[in-house]
């Protein structure tokens, strides 16, 4: 167990829904970090979240967003679900603003549009 | 942009049969060079970070070096349970924050 859960751990919906993730930190991690994985883009970073605050945006659709809240959990919000969107999502922690000790990651939710 | 290579896509090893993985990236200022074990299934698990030319780290069967171009993961006598993906990816100094950018990875079966 890395410390990071992600919930669930498996989802199958339908083209055009909206789903949430979520992600539980480390204990004391304030940063969180959102990855996409699939097979033919690797793990691509979404958005990072610091205590609270967005930090830095990468290649995320502007049908996904994303929230941490005060006791440091985080969703990743999906809608208008593509096929395309078919992957492993991962949230992983780390303890400040820049990680110089890498990240902790979650186990993943796989997501399965059909 | 920063950019991770990493060669080759899939190696097959004999267990005992020492070999090394590649990563060359691209960076604007390199803030460290991360290396992560993934099984199937599951989150990457942190190996190493390398931060300067001529660093070197060693975990059991696992040795990282590091140049102003690449990194090599070296594993030697491996064994079957040593079977993964292996990930690098690099923080560079103009990245926002904690952002790192992985690699395709490496999959490495390794044959009893």
């Known amino acids: 167990d890395s410390g990071v859960t992600q919930t669930p751990k498996h989802l199958i919906t339908a083209t055009g829904q909206r789903v949430t993730l979520r992600c539980s930190p480390r204990?004391?991690?304030?940063?969180v970090y959102w990855y996409q994985q699939s097979l033919d883009q690797g793990l691509q970073f979404l958005i990072q979240?610091?205590?609270?605050?967005?930090?830095a945006k990468g290649n995320i659709l502007e049908r996904f967003s994303a929230q941490q809240f005060p006791d440091l959990h985080s969703e990743l919000n999906l809608s208008s679900l593509e096929l395309g969107d078919s992957a492993l999502y991962f949230c992983?922690?780390?303890?400040?603003?820049?990680?110089?000790?890498?990240?902790?990651f979650g186990s993943g939710t796989r997501l399965t549009v059909v | 942009e920063d950019q991770v290579t990493q060669s080759p896509e899939a190696l097959r090893l004999q267990e005992g049969e020492s070999s090394s993985l590649n990563c060359s990236y691209t960076?604007?200022?390199?803030?460290?060079l991360f290396w992560y074990r993934q099984d199937p299934g599951k989150g990457p698990e942190f190996l190493f970070t390398?931060?300067?030319a001529g660093e070197e780290k060693e975990k059991e069967r696992l040795k990282a070096t590091l140049t102003k171009k690449e990194s090599f993961l070296h594993i030697t006598a491996p064994k079957p349970e040593d079977s993964a993906t292996y990930l690098c990816?690099?923080?560079?100094?103009?990245?926002?924050?904690?952002?790192?950018?992985f690699g395709q990875g490496t999959i490495l079966t390794v044959h009893p």
């Open positions: 992983a922690s780390s303890g400040g603003r820049v990680t110089n000790y890498g990240y902790t």
């Open positions: 204990s004391g991690d304030l940063s």
């Open positions: 979240y610091y205590n609270g605050e967005e930090r």
């Open positions: 960076v604007s200022g390199l803030r460290g």
């Open positions: 390398l931060y300067s």
């Open positions: 990816a690099v923080q560079g100094r103009g990245t926002s924050y904690g952002k790192l950018t």
